[in-house]
């Protein structure tokens, strides 16, 4: 069974961190790239950033440019996102999502976390 948890989500305040984790399961994870996606009330899902499991390739929204940082822990078949600096308008739940290429349709998808950034 395929399989992505997320973790790490809560209440921060704004200008702090927060550590999101995926774990992922049920499926090779170095043939995925990982995705992290994002929703707010109201607002259309956003990606936020992606990583390639097979070669460690990055990718991340503008809006979260220098702020945010996506790593792979490929033996615990983990992917993580490091937010710095985060702002009332970063609050939304954060979904992770597996894809053969980070620009492709994502096959799977966790159930979300998440993060409030108060002001």
């Known amino acids: 069974e395929v399989q992505l948890v997320e973790s790490g989500g809560g209440l921060v305040q704004a200008g702090g961190s927060q550590r999101l984790s995926c774990a992922a399961s049920?499926?090779?994870?170095?043939?995925?790239?990982i995705g992290w996606f994002r929703q707010a009330p109201g607002k259309e899902r956003e990606g936020v950033s992606c990583?390639?499991?097979?070669?460690?390739?990055?990718y991340y929204a503008d809006s979260v440019k220098g702020r945010f940082t996506i790593s792979s822990d490929n033996a615990k078949n983990t992917v993580y996102l490091q937010m710095n600096s985060l702002k009332p308008e970063d609050t939304a739940v954060y979904y992770c999502?597996?894809?053969?290429?980070?620009?492709?349709?994502?096959?799977?998808w966790g159930q979300g976390t998440q993060v409030t950034v108060s002001s």
């Open positions: 999502a597996a894809a053969s290429l980070c620009l492709y349709e994502y096959d799977y």
């Open positions: 049920g499926f090779t994870f170095d043939d995925y790239a």
């Open positions: 990583i390639s499991s097979s070669d460690g390739s990055t």
